[in-house]
């Protein structure tokens, strides 16, 4: 019978089997499958590791203090954060292609993870205690999507921030590899994680980037994260949380219309909402969300947005749409 006490126990147990004295390092996401097995990494073997979170500067508000405040908190887990925002901003300068903008953010996380990865791996040698090993937060369903390999850093990079490096030369450790979402929630919830990043909907790993249409920019990405984080607010105040699989906030960053507010003339931007239900992401449908919570989430946005004049719906279905715009 299953209880997360037990898969606790036995994990933090093989973690320690497998690790022994060595030191280990982690990629902190924001999301529940690198937070889970992160944490039991850390109750496994203290601070023989090491989190490193990559700010990317495309995160939504309040995202990196849920991490450096938060987390840390509950988890005691040695911490460091790389503070890449400029980096990224500069590299996704001008580029509007969606495909380009995914490449880019890739890229750049990889470049941000390594450089924090070889000033660890000094620190680690100085100290006489080599990194052997990286922990990632593989489950079950992706094992056998992936035809059931191990043992090697290969991971799809849809599934984290961007991928990690192809030729990493750690160890895996993986322990949520026979687990379900739900079952690693459940685990979250016994180490006392924080339930913003517990019950946390998915969210992509180029995060914000591929939620502007159209070029990145710090004051877009401001836009986009304001209106974001009343969207989430209210959905969650109408307890709808559990009722959709997620709702992606989308600016629409080259397309402006008329408004009116007050005694003036706007021209601002237009919001999408595009809350979905699913059961694994694969397919989905436009979750019929009462209009009262609709009304509320466009009268706040355009209120407190002010670059913002229009709210709309997007009622596509998975397929032809996809759940994010890009
Ligand atoms: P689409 O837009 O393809 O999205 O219908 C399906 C699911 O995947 C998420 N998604 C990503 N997750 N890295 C991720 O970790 C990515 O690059 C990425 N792109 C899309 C999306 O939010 C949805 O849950």
């Known amino acids: 019978d299953w209880n997360s006490g037990n898969v606790i126990a036995e ?13 280990v390092i982690s990629a902190l996401s924001g999301g529940v499958d690198s937070a889970v097995s992160t944490a039991l990494v850390q109750r496994a073997v203290g601070d023989q590791l090491t989190a490193v979170f990559v700010d990317h500067g495309l995160l939504r508000a309040g995202e990196r203090q849920q991490v450096e405040e938060d987390y840390v908190a509950a988890t005691g887990v040695r911490l460091i954060t790389v503070d890449a925002a400029d980096t990224f901003l500069a590299a996704l300068d001008g580029v509007s292609d969606p495909e380009q903008k995914r490449k880019i953010i890739g890229r750049e ?3 941000a993870f390594e450089r924090a990865q070889a000033d660890l791996i000094a620190e680690a040698r100085e100290a006489g205690e080599p990194i052997r090993f990286l922990v990632q937060g593989t489950l079950y369903p992706d094992v056998v999507e992936s035809g059931g390999g191990t043992g090697t850093a290969n991971i799809k990079s849809h599934h984290n921030v961007g991928g990690l490096p192809e030729d990493l030369q750690f160890e895996l450790v993986e322990p949520l590899r026979t687990l379900f979402k739900d079952e690693v929630r459940a685990i979250g919830r016994e180490l006392g994680l924080p339930e913003a990043i517990v019950s946390r909907q998915p969210f992509p790993g180029p995060g914000l980037g591929i939620r502007i249409v159209g070029e990145v920019t710090r004051e877009r990405l401001e836009i986009l994260r304001a209106a974001d984080a009343i969207a989430r607010a209210e959905l969650t105040a109408a307890g709808l949380d559990g009722e959709i699989w997620q709702c992606p906030v989308v600016l629409l960053a080259d397309v402006r219309s008329v408004g009116v507010q007050g005694d003036g003339r706007t021209y601002g931007h237009p919001i999408v909402l595009r809350p979905v239900s699913s059961e694994d992401a694969m397919t989905a449908d436009w979750t019929r969300l009462p209009y009262d919570v609709l009304a509320k989430i466009s ?4 209120n407190e947005v002010s670059e913002v004049n229009r709210v709309v719906l ?3 279905s998975k397929p032809p749409g996809t759940i994010e715009w890009e």
């Not at 994990?11 to 030191?23: D, F, L, M, P, T």
């Not at 009268?299 to 355009?302: A, G, S, V």
């Open 11 to 23: 994990q933090v147990e093989r973690i320690r089997e497998q690790i022994g004295s060595a030191r």
């Open 299 to 302: 009268n706040r946005i355009t």
């Open 314 to 316: 997007d009622v596509t």
């Open 109 to 111: 996380f990889i470049r």
